[in-house]
């Protein structure tokens, strides 16, 4: 596709069930980003992919949550044991390569519902 | 830590006035700074983007403006339409840690017909 995809558009889950968010960022890109949005403030850092280096995960708030990267594509954020504060807009981005200045693709996000 | 905020939440403007949209940042050693928008149910959009070694850039209808002295960035739109309306991030990059990009929590502009 064009652009970063993002799939499901919306997710509402029970609390302490698992969910797995997908993120296909635009052919070529070597560098995939996970951010959390919570309702009315800025993007937060969860991890980072770039190429086959291992990820940057200083940024996801605990051992609930995990992400992969398979082929240098495709990524699954997956959290688990969902929490009522887990629920937010969870963006994914891309980027030809993840040097200091380069643009970064949003995808239109998953929200994630909690109850 | 790293810390970038916006001095006002929201900002209404008149359609046709220019709208001008400040950043703060805390890490000195930021490098690169970008401003994004975001639309109602869409992920944030690239405007704009500036170097530390620059003091000013220009788009289609928007300036950046960045002052190190006092760790102060801005936004300036010329001629806001109604589809400038949207949430506008400013966000840094840089410092000990340069995969990441540090956002502030945005202000929502309004544009009034």
């Known amino acids: 596709g064009a652009g970063v995809s993002q799939s499901p558009s919306n997710k509402v889950t029970e609390k302490g069930k698992d969910v797995e968010l997908r993120c296909d960022p635009i052919?070529?890109?070597?560098?995939l980003y996970w951010y959390r949005q919570s309702l009315g403030q800025g993007l937060e850092f969860l991890i980072y992919?770039?190429?086959?280096?291992?990820?940057?995960k200083s940024g996801l708030p605990s051992d609930r949550f995990s992400a992969e990267r398979t082929g240098g594509s495709v990524s699954t954020l997956t959290i688990q044991r969902t929490q009522q504060e887990d629920s937010a807009v969870y963006l994914c981005?891309?980027?030809?390569?993840?040097?200091?200045?380069?643009?970064?693709?949003f995808g239109p996000g998953t929200r994630l519902t909690v109850l | 830590g790293e810390s970038v905020g916006l001095h006002l939440p929201t900002l209404s403007v008149q359609e046709g006035d220019n709208s001008i949209i400040n950043c703060a940042y805390s890490?000195?050693?930021?490098?690169?700074f970008i401003w994004y928008k975001q639309e109602s149910g869409k992920g944030p959009q690239f405007i704009i983007d500036?170097?530390?070694?620059?003091d000013k850039r220009q788009g289609q209808r928007v300036t950046v403006l960045l002052n190190k002295t006092v760790k102060h960035l801005s936004l300036q739109i010329a001629a806001t339409q109604p589809g400038d309306s949207a949430v506008y991030f400013c966000?840094?990059?840089?410092?000990?840690?340069?995969?990441?990009?540090?956002f502030g929590s945005g202000t929502k502009l309004n544009v009034k017909p």
């Open positions: 966000a840094e990059k840089g410092g000990y840690n340069f995969n990441k990009f540090y």
């Open positions: 992919f770039q190429g086959n280096s291992a990820p940057d």
């Open positions: 981005a891309s980027s030809f390569d993840g040097g200091r200045a380069n643009e970064q693709f």
């Open positions: 890490n000195s050693a930021s490098d690169y």
């Open positions: 500036i170097r530390s070694n620059m």
């Open positions: 052919s070529g890109h070597t560098a």
